[in-house]
């Protein structure tokens, strides 16, 4: 199973992007799918999930109310949108894949490579 995301880059606080990652080599309809930052110096920090079939999803406390995380499974792709950015979102953003993992790290067992956000103040 192969994760390759894509649509990070360099906004100014307040702004939007959204993040996609595609999916291959796999059946995607049966994973899991969530998305964690990691900030330089800071652990991996868990940022939204979504089960299979889209029909829940978790946030991290940071990013409720701005963040939405969706999946359009006949694209094998799920997507971060991200509203009002702040400085403080700036991290690597990181794809991964697993059996119903919820917001537990260590349940996911598929990443991507990680797409960078920075947020200008």
């Known amino acids: 199973v192969q994760l390759q995301a894509s649509g990070g880059g360099l906004v100014q606080a307040g702004d939007s992007l959204r993040l996609s990652c595609k999916v291959s080599?796999?059946?995607?309809?049966?994973?899991?799918m969530g998305w964690f930052r990691q900030a330089p110096g800071q652990e991996r920090q868990f940022v939204a999930a979504?089960?299979?079939?889209?029909?829940?999803?978790l946030y991290g406390d940071s990013v409720k109310g701005r963040f939405t995380i969706s999946r359009d499974n006949a694209k094998n792709t799920v997507y971060l949108q991200m509203n009002s950015l702040k400085p403080e979102d700036t991290a690597v953003y990181y794809c991964?894949?697993?059996?119903?993992?919820?917001?537990?790290?260590?349940?996911?067992?598929?990443w991507g490579q990680g797409t960078q956000v920075t947020v200008s103040s």
């Open positions: 080599g796999g059946t995607f309809s049966a994973y899991g």
């Open positions: 979504i089960r299979w079939n889209g029909g829940s999803t």
């Open positions: 991964a894949a697993g059996r119903d993992p919820g917001w537990i790290r260590i349940k996911y067992d598929y």
